[in-house]
């Protein structure tokens, strides 16, 4: 068995450890949640809860240092509970985290995004790129379930709410959806109906397989020092968002908005 690797939370470390791990794994974690609606069934800290299970599965497989979970994403869902800034604010936030982490010798910054929403996202690439470019630093930003399979990205449906029963089984209430047909303004599912199919066990598998795959691209940043890899899976996440850019226009925030009202209105034309 090969040793394992060292890893630490940022802000339990003395410096002495902090420099021990950085000389050995120069990676630092970000898990990034959000203080969102997902419905009456899930907790509004879903998005987060996510992102730092898989970030402590992962980096105990790579080694490194976790950061605290933040918790302010761009453009949520919109809800009255919903809180979040601006595309352009967490860009400017974003640029910042990553030039201190850049002069702090850190060469991997791992953000681990458990919002995927379109704004959100590309916001992230943007700044992750521009890391790459200004710092060297090879920035990696994604959603950990797209390294698995794109489907995966539901909101409220069966992946997230399988994956709330696999960690906080305690603050899922799936009877809060009631036993009508889901209207996506209520019930904020967007992808297959959580009730009756979710499950721990489905949750437990999509975890384990998000942390594997982020684990292993994590580990060959880290071996390779190559942002080839990071510069073609960007490409692939911004084309993902083509359609949406096209038909919504480039203000993230605003696009934002008009998706989710031309997906309300598409939902209430299919009964």
């Known amino acids: 068995m090969g040793e394992t690797p060292p890893w630490g939370r940022y ?51 790579t080694g490194g240092v976790l950061m605290p979970t933040t918790w302010w ?18 860009g400017t936030l974003l640029d910042d985290i990553f030039a201190q982490i850049a002069s702090a010798d850190w060469r991997v910054a791992v953000l681990v995004s458990g919002h995927s929403g379109q704004a959100h996202e590309l916001t992230m690439i943007a700044a992750a790129e521009r890391a790459m470019t200004r710092h060297g630093l090879l920035a990696l930003a994604i959603p950990p379930l797209a390294l698995v399979d794109e489907s995966m990205l539901d909101h409220a449906g069966i992946w997230e709410t399988s994956l709330a029963l696999a ?70 996440r911004r084309a993902r968002y083509q359609s949406f850019l096209e038909r919504f226009g480039p203000n993230l925030d605003q696009a934002t908005l008009a998706w989710w009202e031309d997906l309300i209105q598409e939902k209430l034309a299919d009964g």
């Open 11 to 61: 802000y339990e470390l003395r410096p002495v450890d902090l420099a021990a791990i950085r000389s050995r794994v120069p990676a630092v974690y970000l898990p990034w949640g959000a203080l969102e609606w997902h419905g009456p069934h899930l907790p509004l800290g879903m998005d987060g809860i996510v992102a730092e299970a898989v970030s402590n599965r992962a980096i105990q497989r």
């Open 73 to 90: 994403p761009a453009s949520a869902l919109p809800h009255p509970d919903s809180l979040s800034v601006a595309s352009t604010s967490l």
């Open 167 to 236: 960690l906080r089984p305690d603050l899922v209430r799936l009877d809060a959806l009631g036993s009508e047909p889901l209207r996506t303004r209520i019930s904020a599912v967007i992808g297959r109906d959580p009730r009756n199919t979710a499950s721990a066990s489905i949750g437990v598998s999509a975890l384990n397989l998000a942390a594997d795959r982020l684990a292993g691209a994590v580990s060959e940043l880290i071996h390779n020092h190559d942002p080839a890899p990071l510069r073609a899976l960007y490409s692939q």
